[in-house]
Nanobody
Framework: QVQLVESGGGLVQAGGSLRLSCAGS????????MGWFRQAPGKGREFVGC????????GYADSVRGRFTISRDNDANTVTLRMNSLKAEDTAVYYC???????????????????WGQGTQVTVSS
């Protein structure tokens, strides 16, 4: 059973940047698509971005496209979310997740993911 641990969250001013990391332990993440989601206070969990097993298929929510970048390092068993030009509305708990569906595709729906990390808080001050 894989465990996912997010790190890198924190407090940043609007316009700033953060780099979130998702580390897998217990087994390799290399064969699976991965996703990032976020949940703001009082709101449901929403899709941020996804990456297929080899990084050849990447998707983003419209709200973050052009500002956020997903990548993965299969040797290090990690997935990274680089966030630039942060806005107050990006404030949320950010989660990484693993999908066991067909790994050549990346997925946008919460129900397509099987394993979740505990989340890391990102707070953007305006």
């Amino acid at each position: 059973q894989v465990q996912l641990v997010e790190s890198g969250g924190g407090l940043v001013q609007a316009g700033g940047s953060l780099r979130l990391s998702c580390a897998g332990s217990g087994r390799t993440l290399n064969l699976y698509s991965m996703g990032w989601f976020r949940q703001a206070p009082g709101k449901g969990r929403e899709f941020v971005g996804c990456i297929n097993w080899n990084g050849g298929n990447i998707g983003y929510a419209d709200s973050v496209r052009g500002r956020f970048t997903i990548s993965r390092d299969n040797d290090a068993n990690t997935v990274t979310l680089r966030m630039n030009s942060l806005k107050a509305e990006d404030t949320a708990v950010y989660y990484c997740a693993e999908s066991r569906l067909y790994a050549a595709t990346c997925y946008r729906a919460i129900e397509d993911y099987d394993t979740w990390g505990q989340g890391t808080q990102v707070t953007v001050s305006s």
